[in-house]
């Protein structure tokens, strides 16, 4: 997360016809800082910077880290084409789901039970983020069509821009919700 911050600059008369200013250059994690400083005894200067948390542009490395996902998702979830999906995944594969194994044949074992048992399950990518080395994926998954299917959450590791590491979890979702928000 990157900053940008705001000055505001107080200018304060210090005798007939003079006047001082200072600004406060300082980062912060967010919020306000006041800073005040005597001058010559004199006079207070008050200095008041707001810092905003701003997200930076999404960098090269990030957006490719983005589209390995991406295509590693559809190729291997959606077309349950594991040898496809396999190329975007590196030389070891953590696989905290605990219904899937480590490693690339582990994710080849799960690919192959979607394509036996939920051969039309289908995953709809609703947000993509990507912070580093990490990419995050909300999806609405539905195993068989005309159900409505699960929330997921999937998270990425990537290294050297391949896929080592992916974390889920997953809610059913419901009929009906308390706020009527919906989970997307």
Known sequence: ???????????????????????????????ILVHIRRITGVVALASIAIYTPVRAQETAAEAKNKQVVLEFYEKGLNQKDADAAISYIGSHYTQHNPVAADGVDGFRKFVGFLKEKFPQSHSEIKRAFVDGDYVILHSHAVREPGTRGNAL???????NGKIVEHWDVTQPIPETTANGNGMF
Request: aromatic share 10%; with cysteine; charged share 20%.
């Open 153 to 159: 959450i999937d998270i990425f590791k990537l290294e």
């Open 1 to 31: 997360m990157h900053l940008t911050v705001q000055y505001v600059r107080i200018w304060l008369l210090t005798g007939p016809g003079h006047c001082v200013s200072q600004f406060v250059n300082r980062r912060h994690r967010g919020g």
